[in-house]
């Protein structure tokens, strides 16, 4: 169970066009949904926070007009990096907790690679 | 920034255990400490998570000391697929009922046949 998977898997995009990410929780029902980056040989970072419903939370620094979070549903969140550039290229994950969990662990998706020409 | 600190680097013999330290001496006494690892280009993965009591599932052990300011993490027979970045976080309350990971820079695990 508590599985989480994310589309696609890796993406290529010219820069200046947008690129949406899909996360989904297949077999739990997902109240809030994290969003993190990770550049190479670095740790995650967290950019925002999205309960289903609500508008996301965004992490200090992190530009909430160029990353658009959107969580309609308890199954799935989105996220849109609108007109990237290269420096936008990174590893993104998201992550799903129920809130049911004893201690509302996170569940977290395989990532989705970008990478802006 | 993350409470926790841990050393950049470990080798682990294959069949041995690995012992995998962490220090969070500013943890408050409702904090939980959680372990997750990440295999090159995966997403992490969840593996123990402890208040104060030692705890063991399938993958691991988690021994806290009983200051909590430190702990370590227990695999008592390592494999090669174990080979991977261990973040040892402290889940921070962010509101309500959201929690959040800060993941700090983990210790990379590298088993050795």
């Known amino acids: 169970g508590a599985v989480v998977s994310q589309h696609p898997s890796w993406v290529i995009c010219k820069s200046g066009t947008s690129v949406k990410i899909e996360c989904r929780s297949l077999?739990?029902?997902?109240?809030?949904m994290f969003w993190y980056r990770q550049f190479p040989k670095q740790s995650l970072m967290l950019m925002a926070t999205?309960?289903?419903?609500?508008?996301?939370?965004?992490e200090q620094g992190v530009e909430k007009d160029k990353f658009l979070i959107n969580h309609a549903s308890l199954t799935l969140s989105t996220l849109t990096v609108t007109s990237a550039h290269p420096e936008d290229s990174s590893f993104y994950i998201c992550?799903?907790?129920?809130?049911?969990?004893?201690?509302?662990?996170?569940?977290f998706g395989p990532g989705t690679r970008l990478t802006v020409l | 920034d993350a409470k926790t600190t841990q050393p950049p680097s470990m080798d682990c013999a294959e069949g041995r255990a690995a012992n995998l330290p962490c220090n969070h001496s500013?943890?408050?006494?409702?904090?939980?400490v959680y372990w997750y690892r990440q295999i090159h280009s995966q997403g992490p993965q969840y593996i123990i998570h402890?208040?104060?009591n030692n705890e063991t599932n399938e993958m691991a052990s988690l021994i806290i000391t009983e200051d909590r300011k430190s702990s370590t993490l227990i695999l008592p027979h390592a494999t090669l697929r174990d080979t991977a970045v261990y973040y040892c976080?402290?889940?921070?309350?962010?509101?309500?009922?959201?929690?959040?990971?800060?993941f700090g820079k983990g210790t990379l695990l590298t088993v050795n046949p």
């Open positions: 992550s799903a907790s129920s809130g049911q969990a004893t201690y509302n662990e996170q569940f």
């Open positions: 402890g208040l104060k």
């Open positions: 976080i402290v889940r921070v309350n962010s509101g309500g009922s959201n929690y959040k990971l800060t």
């Open positions: 999205s309960n289903e419903g609500s508008k996301a939370t965004y």
């Open positions: 077999d739990f029902q997902a109240t809030t």
């Open positions: 500013t943890i408050s006494g409702n904090e939980y």
